[in-house]
Nanobody
């Protein structure tokens, strides 16, 4: 059974940094895209960043571009999100996902999801 486990969330002051990890297990993954989404209370889940299988392509939401960096280590089946210069509006539950669709920013293009890790940024 496919399992995605996020870690690395926490409470940080505005301007600080966090590094999220997403470990995948329970399946043989090839040619898949991995992504981070986030969801704040009362809001819809939104795209944050995605990375292709080979890591040759990365995509970012405008709100996090130049502050967040997505990466992956296929040998470890793990994806990362380095988050710098955090803002209070980055506060949300962060989810990782795996999918094979072409519309990398859409929630319904991803087949497997983790349980999420909470990121809280204080002002």
């Amino acid at each position: 059974q496919v399992q995605l486990v996020e870690s690395g969330g926490g409470l940080v002051q505005a301007g600080g940094s966090l590094r999220l990890s997403c470990a995948a297990s329970g399946g043989t993954f090839r040619n898949h895209r991995m992504a981070w989404f986030r969801q704040a209370p009362g809001k819809e889940r939104e795209f944050v960043a995605a990375i292709s299988w080979s890591a040759s392509s990365t995509y970012y939401a405008d709100s996090v571009k130049d502050r967040f960096t997505i990466s992956r280590d296929n040998a470890k089946n793990t994806m990362y999100l380095q988050m710098n210069t955090l803002k209070p509006e980055d506060t949300a539950m962060y989810y990782c996902a795996i999918g094979w669709g072409s519309r990398w920013f859409r929630v319904d293009e991803y087949d497997y999801w983790g349980q999420g890790t909470q990121v809280t940024v204080s002002s």
